[in-house]
């Protein structure tokens, strides 16, 4: 990294004060940021904004002419691959923060060659989301364990059993995590604090403090023989494609709590729905499907012990905040020539 005096633009929409605190963050950078050529945020974090918003073609061309004459940019242009496409152009362009964890998936379908995958630095914000989705995560795991399914039928049926069903513990449970990161290690955390012994998957196998066993992805059936849940934090990557489909399904224990915040493709959905008929999997708590919007016709929605979350765990009020903190500690990395933190892989797309 060369540039001394960057200039930044800010593509997607952000708060007032959040620009402002960028801007104060170091002497001689060079905010650009035009919010009336932003669609305006319609919740928390809503980066791409309201999809109703048009340009008229004279915003449509200054936006692109802001984009076009910075160095870095805090978010994909549009909020998609489409416009991380065009802004590839771009050749004083040197790095992208994108707003999401899961920024690869984006990169990859952007198809951006090998030529600009090497010049344009990509860093997610992976991190930021991993105490709400480990939340989440605790949600599925205590929602199967507590038997949420069925007594949300009972109550709308009004029906009082004549024999109460005892629910499982947390306490002494073994839960399995498929991807060790950063999502993974804050859920690892807080299923330990309810008394559970964990174990998981990483790409790179080694001791990790309070983890019972980290092995690789192909032994992920041996490790749930003995486990009661399985929460996937995987990003969608060519080799995670549906790596959680029937032979991972046979090897579980009848009933297992199946949890998924990491990504949609990960998790073979007619392997997962069989499961479920089958009884291997008791419970479905999902954060992501396959397709997006899961499409009306997913025999997911109707399922009685599946919960369906539209991709919205990670969410919350202070996100852009987190996002923005992490934007400037990698700013202060690039300013100094030092590694970015969270550099998306340009080969496998995490």
């Known amino acids: 990294m060369t540039v001394t005096h960057p ?21 001689g950078i060079t905010v650009l940021y035009e919010p009336e050529l932003l669609p305006p945020e319609r919740f928390a974090a809503d980066h791409a904004g309201d999809p109703r918003f048009q340009r008229s073609p004279e915003q449509e061309r200054r936006y692109w002419d802001m984009l076009m004459s910075a160095d870095i940019l805090l978010g994909f242009p549009n909020d998609n691959a489409a416009g991380l496409a065009r802004i590839a152009a771009n050749p004083k362009l040197e790095w ?11 990169v990859r379908a952007a198809r951006l060659s090998a030529k600009d995958l090497d010049r344009i630095a990509v860093t997610s914000s992976a991190g930021v989301h991993a105490l709400p989705l480990a939340e989440f ?8 364990f507590k038997r949420v399914p069925e007594l949300a039928a009972d109550q709308s049926a009004k ?3 004549e024999l109460r069903t005892p629910t499982r513990m947390a306490q002494g449970s073994h839960i399995v995590i498929a991807g060790l990161g950063e999502i993974g290690l804050e859920t690892a955390r807080l299923a330990r ?5 964990v174990s998981g998957t990483k790409h790179r196998v080694g001791p990790i403090a309070g983890i019972e066993e980290v092995a690789p992805s192909a032994e992920l059936p041996r490790l749930l023989g003995t486990a009661d849940a399985l929460i996937n934090t995987l990003p969608g990557t060519p080799d995670t494609e549906r790596l959680i489909g029937a032979e991972v399904f046979a090897a579980m224990q009848p009933g297992t709590v199946v949890v998924n915040v990491g990504r949609g493709s990960v998790i073979d959905e007619p392997a997962l729905l069989a499961a479920l008929d089958n009884g291997q999997v008791g419970y479905a708590c999902l954060d992501v499907f396959a397709v997006e919007p899961l499409p009306a016709d997913s025999a997911l929605w109707g399922h009685p012990r599946v919960l369906v979350s539209p991709h919205s765990a990670a969410l919350g009020a202070t996100e852009n905040q987190l996002i ?5 500690e990698n700013l202060q990395h690039f300013l100094a020539g030092a590694p970015l933190l969270h550099v998306v892989d340009p080969q496998h797309f995490y």
């Not at 923005?324 to 400037?328: A, G, L, Q, S, W």
């Open 96 to 106: 992208i923060q994108a707003m999401a964890s899961g920024a690869g998936g984006t």
């Open 159 to 161: 029906h009082w059993p």
């Open 137 to 144: 995560a605790m949600l599925g795991l205590l929602g199967g």
């Open 324 to 328: 923005t903190e992490r934007f400037i």
């Open 193 to 197: 604090a309810l008394g559970m012994t």
């Open 7 to 27: 200039t930044i633009a800010i593509a997607v929409p952000l708060q007032a004060e959040l620009i402002a605190a960028i801007r104060a963050s170091s002497p």
